[in-house]
């Protein structure tokens, strides 16, 4: 079985060449679901230590998209290995999108990453994406959170048409919302009626873990 206090440390610490090194053996012994669930939880925790890292100032974006990158390769190396059912439950479901007039996406990849690695599962409707959308995607999937991810100034009233929608649909107590990106403030976020705001990916995890507990 793989040493996982090592593994957790080695993804939090970046290195992804030990990350791989260590998940090739230990695919390579045959492990149960159970056991690969055990590993799936200390990658989870090594993402903990780089967004802890991230909030303390010693790693950067490049870092987060890094972490993330390293993260998604040691799950997809993983998956075949989890049978149906043996899986962790899912702490709760996020809707998440880049909103109308809005093609950035980096920020919003960090914190669906960040996002899958503490439990949530999250629905990515994309880049560009109307207040119908994101209407449809609520009512599909029931989210507890909805994200809206914007970094230019005009995606602010984006924000707003989503949340004034999801009102008039009914839907808006249903969920919190969280919004992020280069654009918002404390002021957009009482502009636009959002629950909550933050221009860091890990903060917002946070926020978001505390909304389901």
Same mark, same amino acid.
């Given at each position: ?8 440390? $080695?993804?939090? =610490?970046?290195? +992804? ?8 053996? !230990?695919?390579?012994?045959? *492990?149960?679901? =159970?056991? %690969? ?10 993402? +903990? ?6 909030? &303390?100032?010693?790693? !950067? ?5 890094? &972490?993330?990158?390293?993260? %998604? ?6 998956? *075949?290995?989890?049978? $149906? ?45 109307? #207040?119908?959308? !994101? ?7 029931? *989210? ?20 004034? #929608?999801? &009102?008039?649909?009914?839907?808006? =107590? ?16 009482? !502009?636009?009626? $959002? ?5 860091? $990916? ?12």
């Amino acid at each position: 079985m793989i040493d996982t206090a090592v593994l957790k440390q $080695a993804l939090g =610490d970046l290195e +992804e060449d030990k990350v791989e090194e260590l998940l090739d053996t !230990f695919i390579t012994g045959g *492990p149960s679901s =159970d056991e %690969t669930q055990l590993v799936v939880e200390a990658c989870q925790q090594g993402m +903990e230590i780089v967004g802890d890292n991230f909030e &303390a100032g010693t790693y !950067f974006v490049g870092d987060l998209m890094y &972490a993330a990158q390293i993260l %998604t390769t040691s799950l997809e190396k993983l998956k *075949p290995l989890m049978s $149906a059912g043996s899986g962790q439950a899912s702490k709760g479901v996020i809707v998440l999108g880049t909103v109308a007039g809005d093609i950035h996406d980096i920020g919003k990849n960090i914190y669906k990453a960040l996002s899958e690695a503490a439990g949530f599962t999250v629905i990515d409707i994309g880049i560009d994406q109307p #207040a119908d959308a !994101f209407i449809d995607a609520v009512k599909a999937n029931n *989210p507890q959170i909805v994200g809206l991810s914007g970094v230019l100034t005009l995606s602010i009233a984006s924000m707003k048409d989503i949340i004034d #929608a999801l &009102a008039g649909a009914g839907l808006r =107590d249903q969920v919190k919302v969280m919004i992020g990106g280069n654009a918002v403030s404390a002021e957009t976020c009482e !502009f636009v009626g $959002a629950d909550y705001w933050s221009k860091n $990916a890990a903060a917002s995890v946070k926020k978001g873990l505390e909304y389901v507990s």
